[in-house]
């Protein structure tokens, strides 16, 4: 079984900033794709930016310029930096990976529990 446990969620005043990060944990031979979605009240899931495990990047238009994603492959992290975040950014943020538990595995698709990110003034 694999955990992905994210944290780095708050409170943040418009313009603001704020890191994310996301945890792998369990008996992992190797993480392919990690990412970032987000949920608002009432709204559908929707993602925000994704990483390759050699770090090609893609991100939502909405996001674009002021959101990076990144990984640390080592320690089966991925972090999102939002900068200049606004009241639209406010949601639930959840992590998701694609998780291969042998070498000859087919890659299984995980996600974390999410992190709540408000941003309000």
């Known amino acids: 079984q694999v955990q992905l446990v994210e944290s780095g969620g708050g409170l943040v005043q418009p313009g603001g900033s704020l890191r994310l990060s996301c945890a792998a944990s369990?008996?992992?031979?190797?993480?392919?794709?990690m990412g970032w979605y987000r949920q608002a009240p009432g709204k559908q899931r929707e993602l925000v930016a994704l990483i390759t495990r050699g770090g090609t990047t893609t991100s939502a238009d909405s996001v674009k310029g002021r959101f990076t994603i990144s990984r640390d492959n080592a320690v089966g992290t991925v972090y999102l930096q939002m900068n200049n975040l606004k009241p639209e950014d406010t949601a639930v943020y959840y992590c998701n990976a694609d998780v291969m538990f042998r070498s000859w595995s087919s890659p299984e698709n995980y996600w974390g529990k999410g992190t709540l990110v408000t941003v309000s003034s």
């Open positions: 369990g008996s992992i031979f190797r993480i392919n794709d």
